[in-house]
């Protein structure tokens, strides 16, 4: 088995991953990025794409915003649709009058592999990770043992990283699915949209110009070979009220994927010289887009930590990293969970299913008409 040394191994070329690198080499810090899927699979994965204003400071304070100033379009209002009426919530004016910047992220991801690379940073794809040891701060993959002074755990939900971490892990099934849909088709809207119906909640968020991402609550379970492309169309007609609020631009859909609305919460995310980022160090469900902003947050408080920690000899940020980063991942579980009861009513007509469903709209009509309630949301909405 070949050895290789490192200062700093990072498992996963996520967001997470990708910005950690990059700060740790603008200070000069050699760190080895394993990733096991190929390049062109993540220049190409559709995710998120929604921005906060952190994410955005973050990159741009690190010369990692030249695409997203250049291509990146600004989102300030959202729109609630239900049977009674449609409000919009220009969040721009309220709360801390932040917004949201709406950069897909595999264009995200496609910049920050290449200015990895250009700051002399090395990407391993297609490497399989089998073991990582906090403790002796090892990594296997492949046919290597790499040995590095830190270990960060950037390889996501489904990776090895999170099961080297004893801790106390806090879950959730909301017992909710979406089907997730990208269409090659213009926006229908200016604003974000949320339609809460009937037969499940439907979503419209732009992506670009030219893509759009739509949702629709489905039963847990659905056969995605159910859903063809005149279905989805016409139940988003339906649940997004079109023939009240304007016919929706179709296009070919060019993804379908189910996602069930689950969070997970470690106790703590670090265990000696490994720590964990972004979707290892906790899953939240894509209600309020909160996923990729999170390991942003993660990914700049671990940097800083691990440059005073490997240039000064200080470890009181990195030994402090699970303590700064837990209230603000649960925060954003909470709003997230605030975000589902607001979207999402049980179906049925027995009284609990209604009661839930009076409760949920009575939330609505709080949000359209209380400016407490509004700037309680913008806050929560776009902060992190």
């Known amino acids: 088995m070949g050895k290789i040394d490192a200062d700093v191994v990072i498992v996963g070329a996520g967001p997470a991953g990708l910005v950690l690198g990059n700060l740790l080499r603008a200070a000069g810090i050699d760190c080895l990025i394993l990733e096991r899927q190929s390049r062109e699979h993540v220049e190409n994965r559709a995710r998120a794409g929604f921005l906060a204003a952190n994410s955005v400071r973050v990159l741009t304070e690190n010369g990692l915003a030249a695409g997203l100033i250049e291509k990146g379009a600004r989102h300030d209002t959202c729109a609630f649709r239900n049977d009674q009426a449609e409000f919009e919530l ?95 088709a213009p926006p229908s809207m200016s604003a974000i949209g949320y339609a809460i119906h009937e037969r499940g909640f439907a979503g419209h968020m732009a992506r670009t110009p030219t893509v759009t991402r739509y949702y629709l609550e489905v039963p847990r379970g659905e056969d995605l070979q159910d859903w063809g492309d005149d279905r989805i169309w016409d139940e988003l007609h339906v649940r997004m009220r079109s023939d009240r609020y304007g016919e929706l631009k179709r296009g070919a859909i060019i993804e379908r994927r189910i996602v069930d609305m689950a969070s997970r919460v470690m106790d703590t995310i670090q265990r000696g010289n490994l720590f964990l980022a972004g979707d290892a160090a906790s899953l939240i469900s894509p209600a309020a887009a909160k996923g990729a902003n999170l390991a942003l947050m993660e990914a700049e408080i671990l940097a800083h930590a691990l440059i005073a920690a490997h240039l000064d000899g200080d470890t009181t940020a990195l030994d402090r990293y699970s303590a700064d980063c837990l209230p603000r991942i649960w925060r954003a579980q909470e709003f997230s969970l605030w975000m589902i009861n607001l979207l999402h009513g049980p179906a049925g007509y027995d009284d609990e299913a209604v009661f839930q469903r009076a409760l949920r709209d009575a939330r609505l009509e709080s949000l359209r008409v209380s400016r407490a309630h509004q700037d309680f949301f913008a806050e929560n909405y776009v902060g992190i």
């Open 90 to 184: 220009d969040y721009s004016e309220l709360g801390n009058g932040e917004v949201h910047t709406v950069y897909p992220q595999q264009f995200l991801v496609t910049d920050l592999i290449a200015e990895f690379l250009a700051r002399g940073g090395e990407i391993r794809f297609g490497t399989e990770v089998s073991s990582v040891s906090g403790m002796d701060a090892t990594v296997i993959a492949d046919d290597l043992l790499l040995r590095a002074k830190y270990i960060a755990g950037c390889d996501g939900r489904r990776g090895v990283s999170l099961r080297s971490v004893p801790a106390r892990v806090f879950r959730r099934d909301h017992d909710i699915s979406w089907l997730a849909i990208l269409a090659e």
